[in-house]
């Protein structure tokens, strides 16, 4: 059985940072993209960063210059440091597993982050 588990969430003041966590288990995600998305109150999910099977990354406008997203393949996690966070942070974050030629895509439970003084 596939799982994502994401860790890290919790409280922060704006100005501070965190680090978000994701360890997959029942296969091994080499070949997958993994990636970051959140779903802030009455929002849409959206994607917050994306590591490729091939180690390419891309994020999201709200959060370039201030995240780092990666992936550990022996480990098979995937990581997203955040700094400078802001209120606008506040979401539910989750972790994402997708290959395209398998057609999966899973995700994780979801992990809160609260930026607030």
């Known amino acids: 059985q596939v799982q994502l588990l994401e860790s890290g969430g919790g409280l922060v003041q704006p100005g501070g940072s965190l680090r978000l966590s994701c360890a997959a288990s029942?296969?091994?995600?080499?070949?997958?993209?993994l990636g970051w998305y959140r779903q802030g109150p009455g929002k849409q999910r959206e994607v917050v960063a994306i590591?490729?099977?091939?180690?390419?990354?891309n994020y999201a406008a709200s959060v370039k210059g201030r995240s780092t997203i990666s992936r550990d393949g022996a480990k098979n996690t995937v990581s997203l440091q955040m700094n400078s966070l802001t209120p606008e942070d506040t979401a539910v974050y989750y972790c994402?597993?997708?290959?395209?030629?398998?057609?999966?895509?899973?995700w994780g439970q979801g992990t809160q982050v609260t930026v607030s003084s």
């Open positions: 994402n597993a997708r290959n395209e030629i398998l057609k999966d895509n899973y």
């Open positions: 029942g296969t091994t995600f080499r070949n997958y993209a």
């Open positions: 590591v490729t099977s091939g180690g390419y990354t």
